[in-house]
């Protein structure tokens, strides 16, 4: 029996609704935006996990996603930060400012490169 099959048979028969591995499938393809929560325990405990995993997981992701997009902001801008996460989803207004500021920042920089190479 196939993976999604068999976790079909066990969130059915943990949770007294008819899963099928279809279901299961989207599911692990994250096709499938709201998770029920005894769907989300039947989950956990098929695979030993505490049953607030799925939760957690999914704040860490969307932290993973914040930091990501923060740092691929600051890489197209050629600057690297240690240490700088971005705490919170900014808005498009947010975003524009921070283009803003990594744009003044690489200026100045490229401004004290040129000055060193003159000095020189």
């Given amino acids: 029996m196939e993976i999604n099959s068999q976790l079909a048979a066990a969130i059915s028969a943990r949770t007294g609704r008819e899963v099928d591995r279809q279901y299961v499938y989207r599911i692990r393809k994250e096709l499938v935006r709201k998770v029920a929560p005894d769907v989300q325990t039947a989950l956990a405990d098929y695979f030993g996990m505490p049953a607030d995993h799925f939760e957690r997981a999914s704040t860490e ?5 914040r930091d990501t997009a923060f740092r691929e902001a600051l890489t197209t801008h050629g600057l690297a930060l240690a240490g700088l996460r971005s705490k919170e989803d900014l808005s498009e207004a947010g975003q ?7 744009d003044h920042i ?13 000095s020189q």
């Fill in 106 to 118: 690489v200026e100045l920089r490229d401004r004290e490169l040129r000055g060193q190479e003159r």
């Fill in 96 to 102: 524009a400012d921070l283009e803003r500021i990594l």
């Fill in 61 to 65: 992701s969307a932290e993973a996603n």
